[in-house]
């Protein structure tokens, strides 16, 4: 029982952490991906790039390299936040 509890101790508590970080990292460098993004594509998160974890840009480089592989509710809102956000740097 003590082991299944730290277990989702732990789970639940990177979970929280990663969602902070990812929120705070994107707001603050003003890539702000949307509360979609960061719903659909946690689960890829942890699943393909949990070593870079929380790292931000460095989770969302390893998202892209591993795009095949995402879920497709991922890789759609995650290919729609990264165009929005192309098409906002070139406007600058």
Known sequence: MTAFFNS???KVSLVLAFAASF?????????AFSAEA????????????SSEIPNISKITACMI?????????CRT???????????KVAAQ
């Open 38 to 49: 960061q719903q659909m594509c946690t689960s890829d998160a942890f699943r393909l790039c």
């Open 77 to 87: 809102v995650l290919d729609r936040d990264l165009a929005a956000q192309s098409r």
């Open 23 to 31: 929120s705070r990292a994107f707001v603050e460098r003003e890539l």
């Open 8 to 10: 989702t101790v732990r």
């Open 65 to 73: 390299r591993q795009r095949a592989s995402l879920s497709s509710g």
